[in-house]
């Protein structure tokens, strides 16, 4: 999990076209050589991320962009990939029994580093990037340091290999993250291109966990999202 | 990795169709309640393990058996999925550089369990069988203790559960896994059902790495393969 410069080699992060995998790929320009990046098409009900994150890694000259189809397989009653359950509207994974979001899919984070581990060999890298915070996390026992230590674990034992995980976010805050991009050059305007809400929705919902947790985020760090500022200047109106 | 006898819980048994998880599949019928098994199509050149795997399940009545379709999930340069590869023969992985055979697909088993821990949770399963042997094992790194333990703990982690990896071969030889069987009620008669030769091929090609090791396993019990027995009583010749 350390994240020393090693701008004499590559890299491979994963991009799901949200707010924090985008500023993870721009801090990972600032950390590495080349990078390479990959999306999962894992059934998303809000199928218009993979489509920013196309964007998001065009607009960042990555080495090679894949997105993989993995539809139906994994199973879950979460709302994200079951689509006639609604995604429910609440402010904070304290809200809810059991401190877990009904958003969660078993395994989603294991299998994606899983399957980009298996890039990354493939390609002759050793360096993951993903985007998971401990601090708003949505209950997600996925996204905790325990677990990205275990799976890094994992893939060294596995593979007989040196694997890195990088978890540039996992102690920051939405907050933090604002500020971390605006240190980074071309993040602001990647993050026009960006997609966070739940639903699927542009204009993003405003109501979905995920939207009030990036909106709080810009909110706090006093910055306007470039997301929500002239529909002129970013994407998803062209 | 405890196998503590469960009678009063049910177990998911990942089942390739081939000796091993056969014998698991038997081995969990002796100490669970109820059986669920999986097998994965990940593009592998044997497809008749497949089948196998379905006639298995059905031998054995478990209560559930699904195959999951993950062709091209996986790259590599294993010829069990690059099919333009020769499987190439030799004796042992001690014979190749670097101790790893060249069949082997970086993160297979990370991804087999991965799967299965979601199909598990899913069903309400909390425990997960899989037939590798840290003997036997053909320098493949993912059929170690280690792995299974980093593994088992990634898991419990990732899903804030407490998920177990049953291996009930992971100490034995080829040898040991035929004595194994023979004291299993029904085993050796779902050993006819297997498949076990990296070719594909029926009769097995008794040239490439798993037809040795096999036929070694037999040889050294001192017991005849029900599979190399007459044709008419096993089910390929159906």
Redesign the interface.
Same mark, same amino acid.
């Given at each position: 999990m350390s994240t020393d410069n090693k701008k004499d080699v590559s890299c491979l992060v994963i991009l799901s076209g949200g707010q924090d995998s985008t500023t993870c790929l721009h801090w990972a320009k600032r950390h590495f050589k080349e990078i390479h990046t990959i999306a999962f098409d894992y059934g998303q009900k809000h199928r218009i991320e993979l489509k920013s994150a196309e964007r998001i890694a065009h607009h960042a000259h990555v080495l090679d962009h894949e997105t993989?189809?993995?539809r139906?397989? @994994?199973?879950? &009653?979460s709302p994200l990939i079951e689509h006639t359950h609604p995604v429910g509207q609440y402010k904070s994974a304290e809200d809810l029994p059991g401190g877990?979001e009904p958003t969660f899919?078993?395994?989603r984070?294991?299998?994606f580093l899983?399957?980009a581990?298996?890039?990354a060999?493939?390609k002759g890298i050793k360096d993951l990037v993903i985007g998971v915070s401990a601090v708003d996390y949505g209950g997600y026992?996925?996204c905790?340091p325990?677990?990205i230590k275990? @799976?890094e674990? &994992?893939?060294c034992?596995?593979?007989?290999m040196d694997i890195t995980i990088h978890v540039p976010l996992i102690s920051m805050s939405k907050k933090d993250t604002v500020l971390l991009a605006l240190t980074l050059p071309g993040c602001m305007e990647a993050l026009a291109y960006s997609h966070t809400c739940y639903e699927g929705a542009f204009p993003p919902c405003g109501k979905c966990h995920a939207c009030l947790l990036r909106a709080k985020g810009f909110q706090e760090a006093g910055i306007e999202d470039p997301l929500s500022g002239d529909p002129s200047s970013n994407s998803h109106s062209k």
């Amino acid at each position: 999990m350390s994240t020393d410069n090693k701008k004499d080699v590559s890299c491979l992060v994963i991009l799901s076209g949200g707010q924090d995998s985008t500023t993870c790929l721009h801090w990972a320009k600032r950390h590495f050589k080349e990078i390479h990046t990959i999306a999962f098409d894992y059934g998303q009900k809000h199928r218009i991320e993979l489509k920013s994150a196309e964007r998001i890694a065009h607009h960042a000259h990555v080495l090679d962009h894949e997105t993989i189809d993995m539809r139906g397989l @994994m199973k879950s &009653t979460s709302p994200l990939i079951e689509h006639t359950h609604p995604v429910g509207q609440y402010k904070s994974a304290e809200d809810l029994p059991g401190g877990i979001e009904p958003t969660f899919i078993p395994c989603r984070n294991i299998l994606f580093l899983t399957v980009a581990a298996n890039r990354a060999v493939v390609k002759g890298i050793k360096d993951l990037v993903i985007g998971v915070s401990a601090v708003d996390y949505g209950g997600y026992p996925d996204c905790r340091p325990g677990f990205i230590k275990g @799976m890094e674990d &994992t893939l060294c034992q596995g593979l007989e290999m040196d694997i890195t995980i990088h978890v540039p976010l996992i102690s920051m805050s939405k907050k933090d993250t604002v500020l971390l991009a605006l240190t980074l050059p071309g993040c602001m305007e990647a993050l026009a291109y960006s997609h966070t809400c739940y639903e699927g929705a542009f204009p993003p919902c405003g109501k979905c966990h995920a939207c009030l947790l990036r909106a709080k985020g810009f909110q706090e760090a006093g910055i306007e999202d470039p997301l929500s500022g002239d529909p002129s200047s970013n994407s998803h109106s062209k």
